[in-house]
């Protein structure tokens, strides 16, 4: 169109080659007359366009002025009572800063307290049922992944995710002449590879596990599965609704629930199930362990996990993971730097006492509650100082009139727009095309 324009310089050529290109047809001379008074028009329209954005200036100013003078002498009110409501609980406040600044510091000082006692609270895990609770591998025979993930083993007996990632169904079988399995124990594993260090491979180092199923059989019958009843789910930390109990509900098709760790990423945590009836005769015995996780965000996968059982006579409790066990396992003079440095990093950050401390001195920094009236009162400064809203009628008169100029740019185009529209509108061309 512009380049017709720029070319057809008399406006009835111009005319007529539009209507030969969208009616097929030259056009009449009454319909040439039409459309050349059309482009007369447009100086018209912009003229009256012009003279209504005028009119209406004029009667939008004394009521904007009126309504920006309400406006500063609702801000100026506003502020005196704001100001003068701070000054009169501002003792009150500093009081109560004083009050906080008090706490913030004791409890610092019980934190710091703790920590340089934190070797000595050690000793009491020294020798104690969990610390001697013997787990043991088993022998591997299958391993899959039925979201394409790639399951490799390590020299630890630990299994690490990579490759696809997304919903899926870790599947692990092995084969174990043990007799009498009464638990399972479920590790899962930092690792520096991982986001966040995991252990999962979300974003964020978390995972869920939606369903821990296992199955057994006798290795003389391998296809004669059946589903290892659990109970007394025990983990060292679960997220917040995601408790390791609903592992084990025997729901494996929810994507709402499971277990999960965060905010505690970037660390070992562990859980272990009780078998309900021991596991395990003559002749040796085939388990499966399937690792449900079908949560809606499909990178909450585990990234790396190992999976034990034992024979230990119940309650097994909830034990420790393999690394900590067997520093525990060693006699206290008999262990490496790097053994007591690993042993004090790992009660560091799940011991209950230390985290007990923590958590108060985390609720003392807590900003002091911000008084209700003062919140008010700024809430209302806010609101009184939003800017004198523009008058719709006159916003959409500046906004044609800025059009209009554009257009009046290149009237002989910008009729020769409105021209093709109504031609492309016409039954003629409905009926053509």
């Known amino acids: 169109m512009a380049k017709l324009v720029a070319r057809e310089k008399d406006d009835p050529t111009l005319i007529n080659e539009m ?10 001379e009454a319909e040439i007359a039409a459309c050349t008074r059309a482009i007369a028009v447009i100086d018209n329209d912009h003229k009256e366009l012009a003279a209504a954005l005028a009119r209406r200036e004029a009667e939008v100013a004394p009521i904007r002025a009126r309504q920006e003078k309400e406006r500063e002498e609702a801000i100026a009110a506003t502020k005196a009572n704001l100001e003068s409501y701070e000054k009169e609980i501002a003792p009150r406040i500093a009081e109560d800063e004083k009050k906080r600044e008090a706490l913030i510091a004791e409890r610092t000082k019980e934190v710091k307290d703790y920590e340089g006692a934190l070797a000595s609270h050690l000793t009491k895990y020294e020798g104690t049922p969990a610390a001697s609770v013997e787990w043991v591998p088993l022998g591997l025979k299958a391993l899959s992944a039925s979201n394409g993930a790639t399951l490799t083993r390590l020299p630890d007996r630990s299994f690490v995710a990579s490759g696809k990632e997304g919903k ?136 790396r996990f190992r999976i034990s059982v034992t024979t230990a006579k119940l309650p097994v409790g909830l034990s420790y993971p393999e690394e900590v066990a067997a520093i525990l396992g060693t006699e206290v003079k008999q262990r490496s730097e790097e053994q007591k440095k690993a042993l004090l990093a790992f009660f560091h950050k799940t011991d209950s006492g230390l985290k007990k401390r923590t958590d108060a001195l985390a609720e003392a920094q807590k900003p002091l509650p911000v008084d209700p009236k003062l919140k008010d009162l700024r809430d209302k400064l806010a609101e009184v100082s939003l800017p004198v809203p523009t008058d719709p009628r006159l916003a959409q008169l500046r906004n044609d009139t800025e059009m209009s100029v554009k257009q009046l740019t290149d009237k002989r185009l910008t009729a020769a727009q409105d021209i093709a529209w109504a031609l492309i509108n016409s039954p003629a061309f409905l009926f053509n095309h």
């Open 19 to 28: 209507f030969l290109r969208i009616l097929n047809r030259p056009a009449t």
């Open 168 to 303: 899926g169904i870790y599947t692990l079988a092995a084969e174990t002449d043990l007799k009498g399995i009464t638990a399972i124990r479920l590790e899962v594993l930092a690792d520096d590879k991982l986001p966040k260090k995991g252990p999962g491979r979300g974003a964020g180092g978390n995972f869920v596990l939606t369903e821990f199923d296992v199955k057994a059989a006798a290795r003389s019958k391998p296809d004669e599965m059946t589903k290892v009843a659990l109970q007394n789910a025990r983990a060292d930390f679960s997220q917040g609704n995601f408790d390791v109990a609903a592992a084990i509900d025997g729901n494996d098709n929810t994507a709402a629930a499971g277990w999960a760790i965060s905010p505690q990423v970037g660390i070992t945590h562990w859980a272990t199930f009780e078998v309900k009836e021991p596991l395990g005769g003559d002749g040796g015995t085939v388990l499966t362990f399937a690792l449900h996780q079908i949560f809606k965000q499909v990178d909450h996968t585990i990234g």
